[in-house]
């Protein structure tokens, strides 16, 4: 079955810095995959995603790119601000499977102000 | 419009007893999906139903069962708890089954076992 791995585990950045959190898969079938936000306490919100037919995807200050040769995609957080500080999760899946997503093991980021 | 609610939010359980948590998936979505989330790890897949079907079952014991009823809405059954069934249960609901439009998180039903 599919697995993900996720790093780095934390992630300390300046305000106003870039952040990225990368993620590999196995799965080669797998052509969906889903970036989510956890605050403290609250349910993951998804913040991004990018089919296995894009290669890059951009909604303001938040991109992802994704390498399907080499299987891994990662999110890119530019001019980060202190609430964007939460726990990021990555995951796959095969969308024709059904909706069992994979998630990988997460990422603490802080953003120092 | 209400999101995917969950009941209840929290819940202490007794090693060895069973416990029914409860999802109502956003209005017109027909498939609900179950997760459980061990404190500091990903959201792990326990199952998916959708047109009252299974549609989808992770690696967990036969303890753990599903439904889901004609209006959609999930029950999560867990008999003969254990202490390492203590996490935060989460529920997700989509428009269907094999795509993640709209695929959209609970707030959870935090499980304590003691």
């Known amino acids: 079955g599919e697995n993900v791995e996720q790093h780095p585990s934390t992630l300390s950045v300046q305000e106003g810095d870039s952040a990225v959190i990368k993620c590999t898969y196995s799965d080669s079938a797998s052509n969906y995959f889903p970036w989510y936000k956890q605050e403290l306490g609250k349910r993951p919100q998804l913040i991004i995603d990018?089919?296995?037919?894009?290669g890059e995807k951009k909604d303001q200050r938040i991109a992802v790119t994704l390498n399907k040769t080499a299987k891994h995609f990662s999110l890119h957080i530019t001019e980060t601000q202190p609430e964007d500080s939460a726990v990021y999760f990555c995951a796959a899946t095969v969308m024709e499977y059904g909706n069992k997503l994979v998630f990988g093991a997460g990422t603490i980021l802080r953003v120092k102000s | 419009d209400a999101g995917v609610t969950q009941s209840p939010t929290h819940l202490i359980k007794t090693r060895g007893q069973h416990v029914t948590l409860r999802c109502s998936p956003i209005?017109?979505?027909?498939?609900v999906s179950w997760y459980q989330q061990v404190l500091g790890q990903g959201p792990q897949f326990i199952f998916q139903y959708y047109e009252k079907e299974e549609r989808g079952r992770g690696n967990f014991p036969d303890r753990f069962s599903a439904r889901q009823f004609p209006n959609y809405s999930s029950e999560l059954n867990v008999n003969a708890l254990l202490l390492g069934d203590s996490a935060l249960y989460l529920c997700?609901?989509?428009?269907?089954?094999?795509?993640?439009?709209?695929?959209?998180f609970g707030s959870g039903t935090r499980l304590t076992v003691v």
């Open positions: 997700a609901s989509s428009l269907t089954s094999g795509t993640p439009y709209g695929y959209t």
């Open positions: 209005s017109g979505h027909k498939s």
């Open positions: 990018i089919r296995s037919n894009v």
